[in-house]
Structure formats: C-alpha cells, structure tokens
C-alpha cells in the first residue's frame, strides 16, 4: 500500500483536528441504533489524531471496554469530482474500525497498527460528506495483539461491566491514532512499486515492479532515479525490470542516503498520466553465523525496544515526539531500534530511513503467553488457534505491504514472547514463518523469545536469535552478582543450540526517576546502571552476540496493576524524554563501542 504523496497530479487532504466523539455505554447501541445514518447527538470534542483514554477526566472513558464512535465532515471540492480517483485513507485505527460515509460503510479493518484505504469515487459529492467511524478496543484470541474480553456481573456492580483482559504490558490505548487523508490519483493510476537492491561492486543494482490499475492499462510506465540532489542517475522503462546505478551511494547505519524513484505512468502531458515517487536505499543484509552485516560490514545493533506512548495523546501519532526520539537516540550513540510489539507509524519510518535508523520490525503478535505459573497451553483450538493464524497472516502481509521498501527495515520479527515451548507452538510457526518469507526473500526473520533455553522449540525456524533477559529483576530480584554468570551462560547456551547470532532484544530494571539509593537497591538510579553494566560485560565476552536493545527506551503506560507504578518504569528516559543517570553511562559505552 503506498504512502499518499502530493505532487502536480495527486492532491492530499488531512481530515485530522477536533471530530465529534460519543462513547457507546452498551457495547452494541451504536449499531442497533444505527448512529452513522444520522449526525451524531450529545457528542464531546476528540482530537485526531490521538487515543481517547487520557483526552478527558472521565474514567469511564479511560476504562472504556467497547465501542466508541468518531465523526466529521469530509469536504471535497469541485474540482475533485472530474476525472479523478478519490481514496480516504487511515494511518491507523486502533483495534477495529467500521467506516462509514454519508450512511454507508465503505470499510472495515481488523488488526490496530497499520494502515487501509476505500476507494470513494462514487460514494462523495462535492461539499460536506458525513463521515462516521465507530472504534473498538475489544481484543480475543482471533487478534494480535489477543486478549479477552467478559461480561462481569459482581455485586458491587449492579448493572455489571465488561472487562477486557491481555497479557501484554502496555495500555491498550484506542482511538483513531495516525493521520486520516483523503487523496486523488488519475483514474489509470500507479497501484504499487516494489523496489529490492543488491551491489555488484561498486554498482547498485535494483530490481523493481510496479503494479497499475484502472481505466486504460495500455499506458507506457517510465522510471526515472535520481539522486540527493535531484540529478538523474538512471532511468528504465516498463513495469518490471532492473536498473544500475553506477558508483551506487550506499544507505547505511547513521549514514543514510535516499535515492528517489520516480515514476511516470501514461504520456507526461496526456490527461490521464499518473506520477509517483518513492524514496528508497541501496543496501545488502546478510546473516552469518555468528554476525549480522549491512553492506558486507559486520553490524551491531545499538539501542532500544520502544513504544509509541506519551503523556495525554496516548499512542496517536505525535510529530515532535518522534524527532525528539530520534534526537536522543543520535546523542545516545543508538544505531537501531525494535518497533516493540506493533508496527509503528509510516512517519517514523520515514524518519528512519533519512536518518541511518536500523529497524528491526515487529508485528503485534504479543501476549501468546499466560505468564502465570502451571499455565495452560496457549495454542490450543480456544486460543491462539487457526483464525488467530490466518489473522497473524494477514497483519504479516499488511506490514510487508506497507514496509517493504523502506530501507531501516532490516528484519522481521514476527511475535514477542510466545509460549514457545508448546509443541503446536512450532506448527503455528512454521506457518508465520512460511508466510513472510514467500512474501521477502531479501531480509531475515525473527521472533523474540522468553522461555528457557532448554524449552524454546521454535527459534530453528529463524535466522538470528533474539531473547529478552531479566536476570536479577524478575529472577533473583536485586541480585547483581548473578547476573553475569547466568547471562553468560545463558547467552553461549542459545548460541550453541542454534549457531545463529544472538540479540538481546530486552533486558532492563524499572528505575524511578531521581531515587538514589547508595549502595544500590531495585528501582533506585543506581541499580539500573549497575544492572545494565553487568549484562553488558556478559554481552561483551560473547563474540556471536549481533546486539543489544535496552528495554526500554522511555517509561511506558501499562495496564493498572500491583507491579507497576503509573506504567512501566524501565526507560532510560522518563515518558517525558529526559534521561536517568543509566542513559549518560549508556551513551559513554555506545558512543565508544
Ligand atoms: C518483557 C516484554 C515487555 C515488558 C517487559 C517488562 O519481556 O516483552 O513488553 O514490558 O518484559 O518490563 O516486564
């Protein structure tokens, strides 16, 4: 699916700012009553984009389990209405979302972190158009992220209440969280571009397709590449088919360099010419035993698991959020980052890709595990079962769609923390796997793991072993000594089993910040330095370790619970992006290392 992209023919048009907004109280209300044939009544001002949860002071709304219902006006001018094609777009909206235009539905999306579009040519008229969109945060086994969702009737709650349950640590924030855009393309019109790289020499070679659709598919396609200052390079012609670029400029870690490929489809001056442009990079990835390399050069992965939260807007898309991420990460010396546990938005990929960012990409496949002790099995027929698995497919193929040509992808990583000792665990993942290598033959996969060593039954399906580690935290709680042996141990473990490169894609201690505590003590500043210092000297004596990603990069929201304080503690950087102590010592390692 591509970007939406302005130029002398496409036009975009942002539908983000204050929506009406309305709360169903009866889990299907909304439906029954048929709220998107009329205006909405007795709504409340919403802004979009943003979660709902932490806008106002109600906290049903916050607890809201259910639906709730989003509405504006699209306007689309006249000189829209002839000859073009016109498509609303959705960055995102989390986790379902049924859209309607003017009574109608023109879409339905399951699945919370990536984007979908309708084609709405012939349902607008020119003017206002009433656009409805009812939001659900309800989560079952059939989603990723899964969860489950009950009516709970108790006595201290006389009317009873749904609740919704997940195993995964972050707040399950709803709302329309990226960028909603209308945009136009010709009626014939450039459908998808994909765009693979390799390097002979010193020549980069890209191999492309590009998909048309529409009204006449007789239309010749011209494929122009330029380079960071517009200069063409190379050019092609056709819809498939390779192209050189001579003395290739490579995109590497920290030294990003985007070429643009640019394509006209259809006679430049007839009517019915479409013009898309794709930023992209030439770039190689290869895993080895023991190392992971970009452009033939061993690479080490520097940096953190993330989440998009913050303060008040939740998980919506934030612009100055992002680039302020993306600055700290610079000063710390970072060179990559996790999308933990969902892909993140387009923007920050976008981000990525200009600044040399190296992404290891995450579907949402998080909480395929009970974490309670003598748990039942999870991939069972009543949980992660066959419509789980062909939802997993989908969400797989949605991301490829989305990601596939951004060059700070440099791998897959297909779930976090599953129960992955189960036996049909693996028959489950052997599927996952299949799926999203039949759609990318050029970037490694993954998947994160959390199980013993001794237990893991999936992570031969792999090409690099990425586990998160939480020795002397959860296990022998404040006990810095152990950590190094047992990490050690643990990491030589993993490797001998699978002889591939191990990441640790998570290791970490909440940590309040400006508790001191001398000597240390959990949660003081101090623990968490001297708790990432000892796991980095086992990182450090371990030659086939590809990477270290620290959880996490800031303070999270989380569900509420007796563990966690206002969220999760374990960022380096407070929610609100300002460093503890752990980050100055962090930064001293990795800018030297
Ligand atoms: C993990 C999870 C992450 C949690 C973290 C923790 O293993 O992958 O989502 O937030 O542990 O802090 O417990």
């Known amino acids: 699916m591509l970007y939406p992209i302005e130029n002398e023919i496409r036009q975009v048009k942002s539908l983000d700012g204050i929506w009406r907004f309305k709360k169903d109280n009866q889990m299907e209300q909304g439906f029954e009553e048929k709220w998107y044939e009329k205006p909405l009544k007795g709504f409340s001002d919403m802004p979009v984009p943003a979660s709902y949860n932490d806008i106002t002071t109600d906290k049903e709304l916050r607890d809201h389990v259910g639906w709730v219902w989003y509405e504006t006006d699209a306007v689309i001018p006249r000189s829209w209405m002839k000859d073009q094609r016109i498509v609303i777009r959705f960055g995102s909206v989390t986790q379902h979302a049924v859209v309607y235009l003017n009574g109608e539905e023109i879409a339905r999306h399951k699945g919370g972190f990536l984007p979908f579009e309708a084609d709405i040519t012939d349902k607008v008229h020119e003017g206002k158009n009433r656009l409805t969109v009812a939001v659900s945060n309800l989560l079952d086994w059939s989603c990723i992220p899964s969860g489950e969702y009950k009516f709970v009737k108790n006595w201290l709650y006389p009317e009873g209440h749904w609740e919704q349950e997940y195993f995964f640590d972050f707040f399950n ?59 063409v390079v190379a050019h092609g012609e056709g819809q498939k088919g390779k192209i050189i670029i001579n003395n290739a400029h490579l995109w590497g870690p920290g030294a990003a360099y985007l070429y643009q490929f640019d394509i006209t489809y259809g006679e430049n001056s007839a009517e019915n010419t479409d013009h898309y442009t794709l930023p992209f990079g030439v770039r190689t990835i290869e895993v080895t035993e023991k190392e992971f390399k970009i452009n ?191 990490m050690k141990k643990d990491l030589e473990d993993w490797h001998a089993k699978y002889h591939k490169p191990v990441i640790v894609t998570e290791y970490g201690a909440d940590t309040i910040a400006g508790m001191h505590k001398l000597p240390e003590v959990i949660f003081s500043e101090e623990y968490q330095v001297s708790y990432l210092e000892e796991n980095n000297r086992a990182i450090d004596s371990c030659d086939f370790v590809a990477g270290e990603h620290i959880w996490a990069f800031a303070d999270f929201m989380t569900s509420f619970g007796l563990r966690r304080i206002d969220g999760n503690k374990k960022g380096i950087f407070t929610r609100q992006r300002q460093p503890k102590a752990a980050a100055f010592a962090i930064r001293k390692r990795w800018l030297e290392k």
């Open 173 to 231: 924030y709803s709302g329309i969280h990226r960028p909603v855009r209308l945009y136009t393309t010709p009626l014939s019109y450039v459908s998808d571009v994909t765009v693979k790289t390799t390097i002979e020499g010193t020549d980069g070679i890209v191999s492309y397709e590009i998909e048309t659709a529409g009204a006449s598919s007789e239309q010749p396609v011209h494929v122009v590449i330029r380079d960071e200052q517009g200069e």
């Open 296 to 486: 033939g050069k061993r690479f080490y992965f520097k940096g953190f698991g993330k989440h998009e939260d913050s303060d008040i807007r939740g998980k919506g898309l934030d612009q100055a959020l992002n680039v302020r991420d993306a600055e700290l990460l610079k000063w710390m010396g970072a060179n990559s980052f996790r999308t933990s546990h969902y892909p993140y938005s387009e923007e920050m990929m976008q981000l990525a890709d200009r600044q040399g960012f190296v992404i290891i990409d995450e579907v949402p496949a998080v909480g395929m595990n009970l974490f309670i002790p003598n748990a039942p099995d999870v991939f069972t027929p009543e949980r992660v079962n066959e419509k789980t698995l062909e939802h997993h497919k989908t969400v797989l193929r949605e991301l490829y769609q989305r990601d596939k040509n951004h060059p700070c992808v440099v791998m897959w990583s297909v779930t976090n923390e599953p129960h992955s000792s189960e036996e049909s665990a693996r028959t489950y993942f052997t599927e996952v796997v299949k799926q999203i290598r039949s759609l990318d033959d050029t970037r490694p996969v993954t998947g994160v793991m959390c199980v013993d060593v001794q237990e893991d039954n999936i992570s031969q399906l792999f090409d690099v072993v990425c586990i998160n580690r939480y020795f002397a935290w959860y296990l022998h709680t404040g006990r810095i000594e152990t950590i190094y042996p047992m």
